[in-house]
Protein backbone atom coordinates (compact mmCIF):
# COMPACT_ATOMS: atom_id res chain seq x y z
CA UNK A 1 0.00 0.00 0.00
CA UNK A 2 1.42 3.56 -0.99
CA UNK A 3 2.03 5.49 2.32
CA UNK A 4 0.87 9.01 3.24
CA UNK A 5 3.26 11.86 4.30
CA UNK A 6 2.61 14.05 6.70
CA UNK A 7 3.76 17.24 7.66
CA UNK A 8 2.81 20.63 9.12
CA UNK A 9 2.58 23.88 7.33
CA UNK A 10 3.64 26.59 10.60
CA UNK A 11 2.35 30.05 11.09
CA UNK A 12 4.09 33.16 11.57
CA UNK A 13 4.13 36.22 13.08
CA UNK A 14 5.40 39.76 11.52
CA UNK A 15 6.87 40.95 14.57
CA UNK A 16 8.16 44.27 12.98
CA UNK A 17 6.69 45.58 9.19
CA UNK A 18 7.64 48.66 8.14
CA UNK A 19 6.36 49.91 4.14
CA UNK A 20 9.29 51.57 2.73
CA UNK A 21 8.43 52.55 -0.62
CA UNK A 22 5.34 52.38 -3.42
CA UNK A 23 6.86 50.56 -6.28
CA UNK A 24 5.98 51.94 -9.53
CA UNK A 25 4.04 48.69 -10.24
CA UNK A 26 2.01 49.60 -7.37
CA UNK A 27 3.48 47.11 -5.00
CA UNK A 28 5.32 48.03 -1.77
CA UNK A 29 8.60 47.33 -0.21
CA UNK A 30 8.53 46.05 3.05
CA UNK A 31 11.04 45.44 6.12
CA UNK A 32 9.71 43.07 8.09
CA UNK A 33 10.71 40.16 10.47
CA UNK A 34 9.34 37.14 10.43
CA UNK A 35 9.22 34.69 12.96
CA UNK A 36 7.55 31.13 12.66
CA UNK A 37 5.19 29.69 15.49
CA UNK A 38 4.45 26.36 16.30
CA UNK A 39 0.72 26.25 15.07
CA UNK A 40 0.44 24.19 12.29
CA UNK A 41 -1.92 22.59 9.22
CA UNK A 42 -1.03 19.62 8.36
CA UNK A 43 -0.93 18.21 4.92
CA UNK A 44 -1.12 15.27 3.58
CA UNK A 45 0.96 14.06 0.56
CA UNK A 46 0.02 10.21 -0.98
CA UNK A 47 2.33 9.27 -4.44
CA UNK A 48 0.19 8.17 -7.27
CA UNK A 49 1.28 5.80 -10.40
CA UNK A 50 -0.57 8.35 -12.79
CA UNK A 51 0.12 12.08 -13.23
CA UNK A 52 -2.74 13.79 -11.49
CA UNK A 53 -2.74 16.13 -9.04
CA UNK A 54 -6.03 15.53 -6.68
CA UNK A 55 -7.27 17.49 -3.99
CA UNK A 56 -8.71 14.92 -1.10
CA UNK A 57 -9.92 17.37 1.70
CA UNK A 58 -9.65 20.93 0.60
CA UNK A 59 -11.09 23.72 1.85
CA UNK A 60 -14.75 24.50 1.43
CA UNK A 61 -14.74 28.69 -0.30
CA UNK A 62 -11.50 27.76 -2.12
CA UNK A 63 -11.86 25.63 -5.65
CA UNK A 64 -9.66 23.17 -5.83
CA UNK A 65 -7.93 24.90 -8.83
CA UNK A 66 -6.98 27.72 -6.86
CA UNK A 67 -6.16 25.94 -3.71
CA UNK A 68 -2.06 26.88 -3.02
CA UNK A 69 -1.21 23.41 -2.34
CA UNK A 70 -2.95 22.40 -6.07
CA UNK A 71 -0.64 25.34 -7.68
CA UNK A 72 2.14 24.40 -5.80
CA UNK A 73 2.19 20.66 -6.86
CA UNK A 74 1.25 22.17 -10.62
CA UNK A 75 4.10 24.27 -10.43
CA UNK A 76 6.70 21.69 -9.46
CA UNK A 77 5.52 19.27 -12.04
CA UNK A 78 5.22 22.04 -15.14
CA UNK A 79 9.16 22.56 -13.87
CA UNK A 80 9.73 19.20 -13.71
CA UNK A 81 8.75 18.73 -17.04
CA UNK A 82 9.87 21.58 -18.72
CA UNK A 83 13.48 20.41 -17.52
CA UNK A 84 12.74 16.44 -18.04
CA UNK A 85 10.74 16.24 -21.25
CA UNK A 86 11.50 12.41 -21.36
CA UNK A 87 10.36 11.40 -17.79
CA UNK A 88 7.04 10.30 -16.66
CA UNK A 89 5.42 13.18 -14.67
CA UNK A 90 4.42 11.69 -11.35
CA UNK A 91 1.71 12.70 -9.51
CA UNK A 92 0.10 13.05 -6.01
CA UNK A 93 -2.71 13.40 -3.75
CA UNK A 94 -3.01 16.02 -1.64
CA UNK A 95 -5.23 16.61 1.67
CA UNK A 96 -5.42 19.73 3.86
CA UNK A 97 -6.33 19.29 8.04
CA UNK A 98 -6.42 23.25 8.60
CA UNK A 99 -6.00 24.86 11.99
CA UNK A 100 -5.09 28.01 10.80
CA UNK A 101 -7.80 30.90 10.12
CA UNK A 102 -7.24 32.00 6.40
CA UNK A 103 -6.50 35.37 5.46
CA UNK A 104 -5.60 36.37 9.57
CA UNK A 105 -1.98 37.04 8.37
CA UNK A 106 -0.50 33.96 9.93
CA UNK A 107 0.41 33.09 6.40
CA UNK A 108 -1.32 29.65 6.03
CA UNK A 109 -1.72 29.54 2.80
CA UNK A 110 1.29 30.17 1.64
CA UNK A 111 2.88 28.03 4.35
CA UNK A 112 0.91 25.02 2.79
CA UNK A 113 1.93 25.74 -0.39
CA UNK A 114 6.06 25.87 0.69
CA UNK A 115 4.91 22.45 2.56
CA UNK A 116 3.95 20.95 -0.88
CA UNK A 117 6.92 22.15 -3.23
CA UNK A 118 9.03 20.65 -0.31
CA UNK A 119 6.88 17.62 0.43
CA UNK A 120 6.88 16.71 -3.09
CA UNK A 121 10.41 17.79 -3.98
CA UNK A 122 11.56 14.82 -1.63
CA UNK A 123 8.61 12.67 -2.54
CA UNK A 124 9.31 12.36 -6.04
CA UNK A 125 13.24 13.12 -5.90
CA UNK A 126 13.86 15.90 -7.86
CA UNK A 127 16.86 17.23 -5.83
CA UNK A 128 16.02 20.85 -6.32
CA UNK A 129 17.69 23.38 -4.27
CA UNK A 130 16.08 25.06 -0.97
CA UNK A 131 16.60 28.79 -3.50
CA UNK A 132 15.50 27.12 -6.46
CA UNK A 133 12.26 26.18 -4.89
CA UNK A 134 11.94 29.61 -2.56
CA UNK A 135 12.30 31.12 -6.36
CA UNK A 136 9.31 29.26 -7.42
CA UNK A 137 7.38 29.61 -4.35
CA UNK A 138 7.46 33.29 -4.96
CA UNK A 139 5.32 32.87 -8.06
CA UNK A 140 2.73 31.88 -5.73
CA UNK A 141 3.14 34.54 -3.03
CA UNK A 142 5.37 36.87 -1.43
CA UNK A 143 5.16 34.81 1.98
CA UNK A 144 6.07 31.55 0.56
CA UNK A 145 9.76 31.72 0.21
CA UNK A 146 10.13 32.07 3.78
CA UNK A 147 8.27 28.61 4.66
CA UNK A 148 10.81 27.22 2.16
CA UNK A 149 13.30 28.28 3.65
CA UNK A 150 12.13 27.43 6.83
CA UNK A 151 13.46 29.57 9.35
CA UNK A 152 13.00 33.11 11.48
CA UNK A 153 14.33 36.10 9.12
CA UNK A 154 14.56 39.34 8.04
CA UNK A 155 12.90 40.26 4.93
CA UNK A 156 13.44 42.85 1.89
CA UNK A 157 11.66 43.40 -1.11
CA UNK A 158 8.07 42.20 -1.14
CA UNK A 159 9.46 39.72 1.42
CA UNK A 160 11.07 37.70 -0.64
CA UNK A 161 14.92 38.85 0.38
CA UNK A 162 15.34 36.88 3.13
CA UNK A 163 18.39 36.96 5.94
CA UNK A 164 18.01 34.03 8.41
CA UNK A 165 17.69 35.18 12.06
CA UNK A 166 17.18 34.13 15.69
CA UNK A 167 15.10 35.48 17.82
CA UNK A 168 13.84 35.30 21.08
CA UNK A 169 11.49 32.62 21.47
CA UNK A 170 8.07 33.68 23.66
CA UNK A 171 4.96 32.49 23.77
CA UNK A 172 2.10 34.04 22.16
CA UNK A 173 -1.22 34.60 22.83
CA UNK A 174 -2.82 35.20 18.70
CA UNK A 175 -6.47 36.46 18.45
CA UNK A 176 -8.76 36.94 15.75
CA UNK A 177 -11.13 39.64 15.50
CA UNK A 178 -13.60 37.67 13.59
CA UNK A 179 -13.30 40.62 10.25
CA UNK A 180 -11.87 39.75 6.74
CA UNK A 181 -8.80 42.16 6.03
CA UNK A 182 -8.52 43.22 2.33
CA UNK A 183 -4.98 43.28 1.91
CA UNK A 184 -5.28 44.72 -1.87
CA UNK A 185 -7.39 47.87 0.30
CA UNK A 186 -4.96 48.73 3.13
CA UNK A 187 -2.29 48.65 0.69
CA UNK A 188 -4.54 51.06 -1.70
CA UNK A 189 -5.34 53.27 1.43
CA UNK A 190 -3.93 57.16 1.45
CA UNK A 191 -3.64 57.07 4.65
CA UNK A 192 -1.30 53.93 5.06
CA UNK A 193 2.28 54.74 5.94
CA UNK A 194 4.36 54.15 3.24
CA UNK A 195 7.55 55.62 3.54
CA UNK A 196 8.99 54.54 6.50
CA UNK A 197 13.05 55.17 6.47
CA UNK A 198 14.56 51.87 5.38
CA UNK A 199 16.70 50.87 8.36
CA UNK A 200 19.22 47.95 9.08
CA UNK A 201 18.68 44.56 10.38
CA UNK A 202 21.54 45.05 12.97
CA UNK A 203 19.25 48.39 14.16
CA UNK A 204 16.14 46.55 14.19
CA UNK A 205 17.48 43.36 15.93
CA UNK A 206 19.48 46.05 18.65
CA UNK A 207 16.04 47.47 19.08
CA UNK A 208 13.79 44.44 20.19
CA UNK A 209 10.60 43.99 20.63
CA UNK A 210 9.91 47.21 22.36
CA UNK A 211 10.39 49.18 19.29
CA UNK A 212 8.68 46.73 16.34
CA UNK A 213 5.29 47.68 14.92
CA UNK A 214 3.44 47.43 12.05
CA UNK A 215 3.03 50.39 9.49
CA UNK A 216 -0.36 48.74 8.49
CA UNK A 217 -1.52 49.08 12.12
CA UNK A 218 -3.42 52.34 11.97
CA UNK A 219 -5.43 52.26 8.53
CA UNK A 220 -6.59 48.65 9.66
CA UNK A 221 -7.69 50.12 13.23
CA UNK A 222 -9.84 52.48 11.40
CA UNK A 223 -11.41 50.61 8.78
CA UNK A 224 -11.70 47.64 11.16
CA UNK A 225 -13.21 48.57 14.37
CA UNK A 226 -13.49 45.03 15.44
CA UNK A 227 -9.36 44.81 15.19
CA UNK A 228 -8.78 47.96 17.31
CA UNK A 229 -11.01 46.48 20.01
CA UNK A 230 -9.46 43.37 20.44
CA UNK A 231 -5.89 45.26 20.08
CA UNK A 232 -6.94 47.25 22.99
CA UNK A 233 -8.08 44.49 24.91
CA UNK A 234 -4.98 42.50 24.44
CA UNK A 235 -2.81 45.70 25.65
CA UNK A 236 -4.04 45.85 28.76
CA UNK A 237 -2.00 42.33 29.52
CA UNK A 238 0.80 43.04 27.06
CA UNK A 239 2.08 45.28 24.32
CA UNK A 240 -0.06 44.10 21.52
CA UNK A 241 0.29 43.98 17.57
CA UNK A 242 -1.00 43.29 14.24
CA UNK A 243 0.59 40.66 12.30
CA UNK A 244 0.59 40.91 8.02
CA UNK A 245 -2.29 43.20 7.38
CA UNK A 246 -4.23 41.37 10.04
CA UNK A 247 -7.00 40.21 11.05
CA UNK A 248 -5.01 37.95 13.91
CA UNK A 249 -3.51 40.23 16.63
CA UNK A 250 -0.49 39.02 19.38
CA UNK A 251 1.20 39.59 22.31
CA UNK A 252 3.98 37.93 23.63
CA UNK A 253 4.57 36.68 27.06
CA UNK A 254 7.32 35.01 29.15
CA UNK A 255 5.66 32.12 30.38
CA UNK A 256 3.00 29.37 28.95
CA UNK A 257 1.16 29.75 31.91
CA UNK A 258 0.79 33.28 31.53
CA UNK A 259 -0.28 33.27 27.60
CA UNK A 260 -2.72 30.44 28.86
CA UNK A 261 -4.23 32.94 31.35
CA UNK A 262 -4.93 35.37 28.90
CA UNK A 263 -6.24 33.20 26.50
CA UNK A 264 -9.03 31.52 28.83
CA UNK A 265 -10.19 35.06 29.22
CA UNK A 266 -9.68 35.91 25.56
CA UNK A 267 -11.27 32.67 24.09
CA UNK A 268 -14.62 34.07 25.59
CA UNK A 269 -14.92 36.75 23.00
CA UNK A 270 -12.33 35.41 20.09
CA UNK A 271 -10.97 32.66 18.51
CA UNK A 272 -7.67 31.96 20.65
CA UNK A 273 -4.68 30.43 20.23
CA UNK A 274 -1.03 30.10 22.08
CA UNK A 275 2.24 29.39 20.23
CA UNK A 276 5.64 29.12 21.24
CA UNK A 277 8.10 31.41 18.97
CA UNK A 278 10.22 29.04 16.63
CA UNK A 279 13.44 29.59 14.43
CA UNK A 280 13.47 26.46 12.82
CA UNK A 281 10.83 25.36 11.30
CA UNK A 282 8.92 21.92 12.41
CA UNK A 283 8.69 21.58 8.55
CA UNK A 284 12.28 20.78 8.06
CA UNK A 285 12.81 18.95 11.22
CA UNK A 286 9.93 16.18 9.66
CA UNK A 287 12.28 16.33 6.71
CA UNK A 288 15.66 16.11 8.41
CA UNK A 289 16.87 18.94 5.92
C1 LIG B 1 2.09 42.20 3.84
C2 LIG B 1 2.06 40.72 4.16
C3 LIG B 1 3.19 40.45 5.20
O1 LIG B 1 3.34 39.15 5.55
O2 LIG B 1 0.78 40.48 4.68
P1 LIG B 1 -0.07 39.12 5.04
O3 LIG B 1 -0.57 38.52 3.76
O4 LIG B 1 0.84 38.22 5.77
O5 LIG B 1 -1.21 39.61 5.88
C4 LIG B 1 2.33 39.90 2.89
O6 LIG B 1 3.63 40.11 2.41
C5 LIG B 1 1.34 40.17 1.77
O7 LIG B 1 1.72 39.34 0.70
P2 LIG B 1 0.65 38.53 -0.17
O8 LIG B 1 -0.28 37.79 0.79
O9 LIG B 1 1.35 37.74 -1.18
O10 LIG B 1 -0.14 39.70 -0.80
P3 LIG B 1 -1.31 39.57 -1.86
O11 LIG B 1 -2.51 38.92 -1.27
O12 LIG B 1 -0.79 39.02 -3.12
O13 LIG B 1 -1.56 41.14 -2.07
C6 LIG B 1 -2.78 41.67 -2.42
C7 LIG B 1 -2.54 43.07 -2.91
O14 LIG B 1 -1.88 43.88 -1.90
C8 LIG B 1 -0.93 44.76 -2.48
N1 LIG B 1 0.43 44.49 -1.98
C9 LIG B 1 0.77 43.28 -1.43
C10 LIG B 1 2.05 43.06 -0.96
C11 LIG B 1 3.00 44.09 -1.09
N2 LIG B 1 4.26 43.93 -0.66
N3 LIG B 1 2.64 45.28 -1.64
C12 LIG B 1 1.38 45.49 -2.08
O15 LIG B 1 1.08 46.57 -2.57
C13 LIG B 1 -1.03 44.56 -3.98
O16 LIG B 1 -1.97 45.47 -4.47
C14 LIG B 1 -1.60 43.15 -4.10
O17 LIG B 1 -2.32 42.97 -5.30
N1 LIG C 1 -4.41 26.12 1.15
C1 LIG C 1 -4.86 27.35 1.43
N2 LIG C 1 -4.93 27.76 2.71
C2 LIG C 1 -5.36 29.01 3.01
N3 LIG C 1 -5.75 29.92 2.11
C3 LIG C 1 -5.70 29.56 0.82
C4 LIG C 1 -5.26 28.27 0.43
N4 LIG C 1 -5.31 28.23 -0.89
C5 LIG C 1 -5.77 29.43 -1.31
N5 LIG C 1 -6.01 30.24 -0.29
C6 LIG C 1 -6.47 31.66 -0.39
O1 LIG C 1 -5.40 32.50 0.09
C7 LIG C 1 -5.90 33.53 0.94
C8 LIG C 1 -4.81 33.95 1.95
O2 LIG C 1 -4.62 32.95 2.87
P1 LIG C 1 -3.64 32.92 4.12
O3 LIG C 1 -2.26 32.64 3.69
O4 LIG C 1 -4.23 31.97 5.10
O5 LIG C 1 -3.74 34.37 4.73
P2 LIG C 1 -2.70 35.54 4.97
O6 LIG C 1 -2.01 35.80 3.65
O7 LIG C 1 -3.54 36.68 5.43
O8 LIG C 1 -1.79 35.08 6.04
C9 LIG C 1 -7.16 32.93 1.57
O9 LIG C 1 -8.11 33.91 1.90
C10 LIG C 1 -7.68 31.98 0.49
O10 LIG C 1 -8.63 32.62 -0.33
Redesign the pocket.
Known amino acids: MTKTLYLPAPAKLNRLLHITRRREDGYHELQTLFQLVDIS?TIGLTPRDDHRIVLNEG?D??AHE????VRAARLLQNTHLLHNAMETPRGVTLS?E?R??????????????ATVLLGLNHLWQLNLSVDRLAALGLQL?A?VPVFVKGHSAWAEGVGEKLTSVTLDTPWFVILHPGVSVS?AAVFQDPELTRNTPPITMARALQGGAPTWRNDCEAVVKKRYPPIAAALDWLNCFAPSQLT??GACVFAAFETQEAAKQIARNASQHWPTWVAKGLNRSPLHDALGG
Not at 66 to 69: F, M
Not at 100 to 113: D, E, K, Q, R
Open positions: DIDVHNLVIKLPMGGGLGGGSSNAGDTGT
